[in-house]
């Protein structure tokens, strides 16, 4: 009599494939959320720095910042700066407000917050007129606004460097010669 064969997985087979899947999983997903936090940390950063821009066209009009005192009052439906936005953010894209370290009529200074899992990368940031975004990062380089600035000066002080040791083997074979 012939044997039948049982053709089911076996209960190490079935454990083995879900371990493989919990792993790819596992390398996956943190590469996906890291991304996530970068998409809404520079959404956070473009929305302030909108805010920012609203600042600067009420003060060209009208010759003085509007005064907050709370980041309630900047995103309320009689804000000043409806103006010049369709619509002010209540908070930023993790769902928490920007604090108001500033405001008055001759100036602002809004602050943003840090990713909370990587601070290193995405620091706490802060508005300033211009309107300037700055951060931990560009103020410890030396720059200022976004870092462009302290890059562009950067590159400035390395072409006069290029150009002088360009000119002084000229003037030595004319000094051989002689």
């Excluded at 076996?10 to 083995?16: D, F, M, N, R, Y």
């Excluded at 996956?28 to 950063?45: E, I, L, W």
């Excluded at 473009?46 to 910042?65: C, I, P, R, S, T």
């Excluded at 560009?138 to 006069?160: I, L, R, S, W, Y």
Aim: hydrophobic share 35%; proline share 8%.
């Amino acid at each position: 009599m012939p044997l039948k064969q049982n053709r089911a997985f076996s209960l190490i087979e079935v454990l083995i494939a879900i371990a493989i899947v919990a792993l790819g999983a596992s390398l996956v997903v943190p590469v996906v959320q890291g991304n996530r936090d970068k998409a809404a940390y520079k959404v956070s950063v473009m929305n302030l720095k909108q805010v920012g821009k609203a600042m600067e066209k009420h003060y060209l009009e009208k010759g003085v910042y509007p005064v907050f005192q709370s980041w309630q009052e900047v995103s309320a439906e009689n804000s000043p700066l409806l103006e010049y936005m369709n619509e002010i953010p209540a908070a930023d894209a993790f769902g928490r407000d920007y604090k108001i370290e500033r405001s008055d009529e001759a100036g602002y200074e809004f602050r943003g917050y840090s990713v909370e899992k990587n601070p290193e990368d995405y620091p706490d940031y802060w508005l300033v007129p211009g309107p300037k975004i700055k951060n931990k990062k560009t103020t410890q380089e030396g720059g200022e606004g976004e870092g462009e600035p302290a890059a562009e000066g950067e590159a400035g002080d390395a072409e006069p460097a290029a150009e002088e040791p360009a000119a002084e083997p000229a003037s030595e074979p004319s000094s051989e010669g002689q």
